[in-house]
């Protein structure tokens, strides 16, 4: 075992899990996980630019990891960042940012890469169950994209798409900077003919309706559990590997695109920087689900984030990379 720490930097969050990590074995013992709203996409789709409050939102957080990172002594510091800041032109202050809060320069990975470390953290612990069947379908539905892929004991193929619950909200539901309250049709339409359209795009490398079993991943499709459980709380222990049906995902995602922000905001599960993008999380949640014909999606709370800290223990054991 090895004790790493990893961070997954997206578009609408930052996450932190320090583990104590076998890749050999499958092993892995969270000592600590914890996720932080950053927005760190904040308008990124409109301007091509990280803006400077969501740097200093993002860096915050880092400063309170670096102190529980330093607390655990993690042996090896794995940082990667997705989708926003692979778009954005001024990355480099990002980079630079991390760099001198952590001592790890980010990695900002291809959607590939992604997909490939989604895929691990998922589906690693479902080996040797005979309750789901495979291939599976891992589905990561991120802030700014959604990452899919298929593969056995191994990737098959994947593709990442520049879908997600804040580019969507984003791209559709603002006007004069406010998020409608709630959604018009026309708006909601303008969201699935998006996702439409990406799925198309994922089709074309990945072989979406050969899989036997969909894996969900990410705040969006976990928030859907919560709700479809009536969980009176947040709880990570419920929610992991749960299993929502397609009608019950299609009456969530209805009532959450015609609920009101205050309605959206007293639902007792819903993290508070979820309010105005959950109701586009789980529209494509639900669009790849019917594309596919899928009766239930699995939930798990194990994703990129697990299989960064097992790439992490692998280089840990190999000498190679890393900090």
Partial sequence: MTRVAAVDCGTNSIRLLVADANPATGELV???????????????????????????????????????????????????????????????????????????????????????????????????RDDLARPYLVVDIGGGSTEFVVGDDHVRAARSVDVGCVRMTERHLVRDGKVSDPPTEEQIAAIRADIEAALDLAEQTVPLREARTLVGLAGSVTTVSAIAQDLPEYDSARIHHSRISHDRVREITSALLHATHAERAAIPSMHPGRVDVIGAGALVLLAIMERIGAEEVVVSEHDILDGIAFAAAAEAQRGTGGT
């Fill in 30 to 128: 969270e000592l600590d996980r914890r996720m932080t709203i950053v927005r760190l996409g904040q308008g990124v789709d409109r301007t091509g630019r990280l803006a400077p409050e969501a740097l200093e939102r993002t860096f915050a957080a880092c400063r309170e990891y670096a102190a529980v990172i330093k607390e655990h002594g993690a042996e090896r510091v794995r940082f990667v960042a997705t989708s926003a800041s692979r778009d954005a032109e001024n990355r480099d202050d990002f980079v630079r940012g991390v760099l001198d809060i952590l001592g790890v320069e980010p990695e900002v990975v291809t959607g590939d890469q992604e997909a490939e470390f989604s895929f691990t953290g998922a589906t690693t612990e479902l080996t040797g």
